[in-house]
């Protein structure tokens, strides 16, 4: 007897914790999962969920630079990976389903590794991360098993790797967003400094799975970010890619099939329901 009430304590807790994680947000969850993390020696300088080689890149300014995956001649741009032996079947599900999210809406095709040279590492290493863009070679995403298994980051780490960056560090930013910066973490400053993004001719977008949360790096729980001219407006609560996500996946990798205009207005779930 005494077994089984241990038992149903622990499932509900279990419960009570994925109950909690499934209404935060993707910037809460990957703060959350990223503070006070120790890097090992073998991994990369990482700037909050960002891996650094030389200097910070987005996918608009470094695309004369290689910095985007190559297009294949039938039209679709096949980004090679690998999944470390360190996840349960669980997890993989996780994984695999946030890797599978953007061939229905895209040209982006996440395929399994055979010899390519280049290709992407997902890793259960310290925190979640990825570096911005094709950097050549086996480039690391990491996906720790504590608080980096959910379909929002994935799908946010690998957009990193696709060659995108934040939403408020967009070169527009100032006029959609107000940074408070009396409220942050003064050695987390760096995470709110602008890029100059061409941004695929999309407006600033609340709802982009890139988009952090109003009190993100927040040293007295007051808020960082503040909507304008609507300070009412919600952001940063994504649980998976909006409208504009995918549409500067396709414009930016040339996806001809996924361009046309009624991209824009079609929702996300009837866009996931098409195959190829």
Not at 11 to 21: G, H, K, N, T
Not at 82 to 106: A, M, P, Y
Not at 183 to 196: A, L, P, R, S, W
Not at 226 to 235: A, C, D, E, Q, Y
């Amino acid at each position: 007897m005494m077994y089984k009430a241990v038992c149903l304590v622990a499932i509900f807790l279990f419960c009570s914790v994925r109950a909690e994680e499934l209404v935060l947000s993707v910037g809460e969850l990957l703060e959350r999962a990223n503070r006070n993390v120790v890097r090992g020696p073998d991994e990369p300088n990482v700037i909050e969920d960002i891996a650094v080689v030389n200097s910070e890149r987005n996918a608009d300014p470094c695309t004369s630079q290689s910095c985007k995956w190559p297009k294949s001649s039938d039209g679709k741009v096949y980004v090679p990976y690998v999944i470390v032996n360190h996840f349960t079947s669980r997890e993989l599900q996780v994984i695999q389903r946030g890797l599978d999210s953007f061939s229905s809406v895209s040209c982006i095709r996440f395929t399994p590794r055979s010899n390519q040279r280049d290709y992407v590492s997902i890793e259960s290493r310290s925190g979640c991360y990825s570096y911005v863009g094709r950097i050549g070679n086996a480039q690391t995403v990491s996906l720790d098993r504590n608080g980096c298994i959910y379909h929002n980051t994935v799908q946010h780490e690998l957009l990193h790797a696709l060659g995108f960056n934040h939403e408020q560090t967009r070169s527009d930013r100032d006029n959609h967003i107000r940074v408070v910066w009396d409220n942050i973490i003064d050695n987390m400053k760096h995470n709110f400094n602008k890029i100059n993004t061409l941004n695929q001719g999309t407006a600033y977008d609340y709802n982009s799975v890139m988009q952090y949360h109003r009190t993100a790096f927040s040293k007295n729980g007051q808020a960082t970010m503040v909507p304008i001219p609507n300070s009412n407006v919600s952001f940063g609560q994504a649980t998976q890619m909006s409208q504009s996500d995918i549409t500067r996946i396709n414009r930016l990798y040339g996806c001809c099939k996924y361009t046309r205009n009624t991209y824009n207005t079609i929702p996300v779930a009837i866009l996931k329901s098409i195959a190829m």
